[in-house]
């Protein structure tokens, strides 16, 4: 049997680029468990700094790791942007991303590292990106942006019935009880606290000295604000959380079921072409059959 003619060996792939070894970092397990560790030192750190006793001997110590958080977190959003580098619209879709990238850009800025309150404010918010490596966090945080809108509209109308009750009462109450219904503001703050149910027994008792006629007034107080607009506000909440839930599922789903991208499927054409260019170099025309 003549000898299998010898493979030509093909020009070996172009290796990878700096985007698609950036996609690797970012998506491997152990930069997401990083960067939850780092978030939760300097969690830690924070609250390490509010010991004066802490703070006065360590001084130059904590200011030392303040600055190395910065520079790691500076590294990681670095990292994450270079994955993104040939496709930067994918970035900037991810409203993590955008978060995350303020948070780090602010500190650089000098007004913010001049001003030690809104310095301790930037480093507080990199505590929210927890919610990147949580996901029910997440689903918690976009309930509650969801509820906003009907969360308003609960304050209009628990503004307006604690309006309407104030006025009542510095009616009904001002002249006999000025510390507490002295005015509409002092009316208004004496219901709000009321709303809490607490201090609701003394109320009641020092209306009933005024008129008998006061614990309607509180008994529908009360039923109005502490059980009717708050179980309205709970209500508005759960359904919040249960559209914010949904939609993390879908988007899940989504993510799932959508095809590779281009840059994806390019880098899998390299991947594949390096590995055959691998073998077909291996080959030799004695050890082929």
Same mark, same amino acid.
């Given at each position: ?137 997440? !689903?918690?945080?976009? +309930? ?5 809108? =009907?969360? @308003? *509209?609960? $304050?209009?109308?628990?503004?307006? &019935? #604690? ?7 510095? !009616?009904?109450?001002? +002249? ?5 219904? =002295?005015? @509409? *503001?002092? $009316?208004?703050?004496?219901?709000? &606290? #009321? ?23 509180? $008994? ?70």
């Amino acid at each position: 049997m003549p000898p299998a003619p010898e493979l030509p060996l093909r020009a070996h792939a172009a290796p990878p680029t700096l985007p698609e070894r950036c996609r690797r970092v970012t998506g491997s397990d152990w930069f997401g468990l990083c960067g939850f560790a780092l978030i939760l030192g300097n969690a830690a750190l924070l609250g390490v700094e509010t010991y004066a006793g802490v703070q006065g001997r360590w001084h130059a110590e904590l200011k030392a790791v303040e600055h190395l958080f910065l520079a790691v977190f500076t590294v990681e959003i670095a990292v994450r942007m270079a994955a993104c580098a040939d496709r930067p619209r994918e970035f900037l879709r991810d409203p993590w991303n955008v978060f995350d990238l303020a948070v780090v850009l602010f500190a650089y800025l000098p007004f913010a590292r001049e001003n030690a309150t809104v310095l301790r404010l930037l480093r507080l918010a990199r505590v929210l990106r927890a919610a990147r490596f949580l996901p029910q966090l997440r !689903v918690v945080l976009v +309930a509650v942006g969801k509820s906003l809108p =009907g969360t @308003l *509209s609960f $304050a209009l109308v628990g503004a307006l &019935l #604690l309006y309407l009750y104030a006025m009542m009462g510095w !009616v009904f109450f001002a +002249a006999e009880d000025p510390e507490h219904y =002295g005015s @509409l *503001s002092r $009316a208004g703050l004496t219901l709000f &606290l #009321l709303m809490t149910l607490d201090g609701l027994g003394d109320a009641v008792r020092t209306g009933l000295e005024i008129s008998r006629w006061s614990i309607v007034y509180y $008994a529908s107080y009360v039923l109005l604000s502490s059980f009717v607009l708050v179980n309205l506000l709970i209500g508005v909440v759960l359904n919040s959380l249960d559209e914010a839930r949904r939609s993390e599922e879908a988007h899940q789903r989504a993510v799932g079921a959508a095809g590779p991208t281009e840059a994806e499927l390019r880098e899998r054409i390299e991947t594949a072409r390096r590995a055959l260019d691998d073998l077909e170099g291996s080959l030799t025309p004695g050890g082929r059959p």
